[in-house]
Nanobody
Framework: QVQLVESGGGLVQAGGSLRLSCAAP????????RGWFRQAPGKEREFVAA????????SYADSVKGRFTISRDNAKNTVYLQMNSLKPEDTAVYYC??????????????????WGQGTLVTVSS
């Protein structure tokens, strides 16, 4: 049963922007921390960004700080990842995640409770 659905991926030139969305049809995640991960070809999955239940706390990987912004709209049960100044090395499948603990999302990805199926982002040079 699909619980998180990502959208917004696609092909963009370096320097461009994309906004990813992660919806949760059929289940409410307003009481969960939310996050984004990515996995590039031939590489391990890596943490990208996380946001606390009400959005008061956010965390980013060093590689995306200043370029990516995570946000959430609990009324729409949706989390977003605004990606600006994209680089070819940002090319990856992006996954959204949900867990009771933002610390789990940031530091213990293997224990994250809920995952989406991913959306592909390709940045051309």
């Amino acid at each position: 049963q699909v619980q998180l659905v990502e959208s917004g991926g696609g092909l963009v030139q370096a320097g461009g922007s994309l906004r990813l969305s992660c919806a949760a049809p059929g289940r409410t995640f307003s009481n969960y921390a939310r996050g984004w991960f990515r996995q590039a070809p031939g590489k391990e999955r890596e943490f990208v960004a996380a946001i606390s239940r009400v959005g008061g706390s956010r965390s980013y990987a060093d590689s995306v700080k200043g370029r990516f912004t995570i946000s959430r709209d609990n009324a729409k049960n949706t989390v977003y990842l605004q990606m600006n100044s994209l680089k070819p090395e940002d090319t990856a499948v992006y996954y959204c995640a949900a867990d009771n603990s933002i610390e789990t999302i940031i530091n213990r990805a293997g224990y994250v409770e809920v995952w989406g199926q991913g959306t592909l982002v390709t940045v051309s040079s």
